[in-house]
């Protein structure tokens, strides 16, 4: 068990990873659609969305399971630990879910086949914010806490309402 410590090392690295990936390939896709009149700048874009998820989201999402599994494996006793360990991988599978999302609104964008605005985009981006809170929570307490889960749920629900509903589409013209 004298090398645990760094496949958990490696597993929070991959971890982080795989988040920044997932914080900012959304982010792309903002560009993306707001700027789709602009041919020059979406090809940029589109090599963007490509190398970050294919050459850093993917892996490190393979690299954050193969790691977890590995950990759980020479650790099963985490399975009795409580309720907290299902609950992370409920939150992990929805977050490989959510990342699978990603790789279909890439492919539909390269294709001009996505129908998704900037504000769709800008909310979409806040679930794996709202799953990585969770999901450090519950490692970090051991626990599930019902009250912080249901207000954080609660809060970042209240954003995605203001970004579809009251949020305003840039101005694009003062960035000409």
Not at 16 to 29: E, Q, T, V
Not at 96 to 125: D, H, I, P, W
Request: hydrophobic share 50%.
């Amino acid at each position: 068990m004298d090398y645990y410590i760094y496949i958990l090392i490696f597993h929070i690295m991959s971890f982080i990873s795989w988040m920044a990936a997932l914080f900012y390939l959304p982010r792309l896709f903002v560009y993306h659609v707001e700027h789709s009149d602009k041919p020059q700048f979406v090809e940029v874009v589109e090599i963007q969305e490509y190398k970050l998820q294919k050459y850093i989201g993917v892996p490190a999402m393979w690299a954050t399971i193969a790691s977890g599994i590995l950990m759980l494996g020479l650790n099963p006793s985490l399975f009795q630990t409580g309720y907290w360990i299902y609950a992370k991988l409920l939150l992990v599978l929805v977050l490989v879910a959510y990342n699978y999302s990603m790789e279909t609104y890439r492919k539909q964008l390269l294709n001009s086949t996505c129908k998704k605005s900037g504000k769709f985009f800008r909310a979409y981006n806040e679930a794996p914010t709202l799953l990585s809170i969770l999901i450090v929570t519950f490692v970090v307490l051991k626990d599930i806490p019902i009250y912080f889960t249901a207000f954080m749920v609660v809060v970042f629900a209240i954003v995605v309402y203001i970004l579809l509903k009251h949020a305003k589409e840039p101005n694009l013209d003062v960035l000409k």
